[in-house]
Structure formats: C-alpha cells, structure tokens
Nanobody, 121 residues
Framework: QVQPVESGGGLVQAGGSLRLSCVAS????????MAWFRQAPGKEREFVSA????????DYADSVKGRFSISKDDDKNAVYLQMNSLQPEDTAVYYC??????????????WGQGTQVTVSS
C-alpha cells in the first residue's frame, strides 16, 4: 500500500516547461512501478509515462516522447515528470499512480488526487 500525492501543476505558456512531483508514502516506495496519467476535459484518462521500480526502464506515450521525462528519487520517495515544450494539448489533470509497470491504468492500484496543468497558447 502506498499513497501518492502530486504537486507542481499550474499555468504555463506554450513552449514552456513544468516539473511535476509525486511523493509516495505508506510502504516501501521501491516495491512499485510509478506512472503518470492525464485526463483532459471530456476525454478518457490516458497514459503519459511510467518507470520501473528499479528505475532502469521507462516508457512514454507517443504524444510526449522527446518532450517529457520521468525520473525517480528513491531517497525522497518521489517520482518526477519533467515536461518541456508544452503545448495547449497537454492541458489536463495529471495523476501519479503506483502499481505494476505498464501503460494500462488498471495496472496501477494507488492514485494521487491529481494536479492541474494548463498550457496557454
């Protein structure tokens, strides 16, 4: 069991950067793969990025490859999502999740409350 809590969302202009943070607590952080999902208004929740519990492998949605980067700091029980070259289409609520490594939301059992990212034109 683990409880992720996201932070770092906000308003940014197109082309700008933002770093999201997720701090997880409750058990051993390294027992879980971590992932980021997002949900825009009127759309389904979609996979953004995931990283294995050992931090040796990461995966990204095609829409964010080359722009977003996921990383972990096990000493801080934290996972980060560095978002560069942000576009208005990236506007969504971003969720941090803990569970088994993969691109499907059902792989993840523990979810944060979400943090809003808004990218203006």
């Amino acid at each position: 069991q683990v409880q992720p809590v996201e932070s770092g969302g906000g308003l940014v202009q197109a082309g700008g950067s933002l770093r999201l943070s997720c701090v997880a607590s409750g058990r051993t952080f390294t027992d879980y793969a971590m992932a980021w999902f997002r949900q825009a208004p009127g759309k389904e929740r979609e996979f953004v990025s995931a990283i294995t519990r050992t931090s040796l492998t990461a995966d990204y949605a095609d829409s964010v490859k080359g722009r977003f980067s996921i990383s972990k700091d096990d000493d801080k029980n934290a996972v980060y999502l560095q978002m560069n070259s942000l576009q208005p289409e990236d506007t969504a609520v971003y969720y941090c999740a803990a569970g088994r490594f993969g691109y499907r939301s059902t792989f993840y059992d523990y979810w944060g409350q979400g943090t809003q990212v808004t990218v203006s034109s």
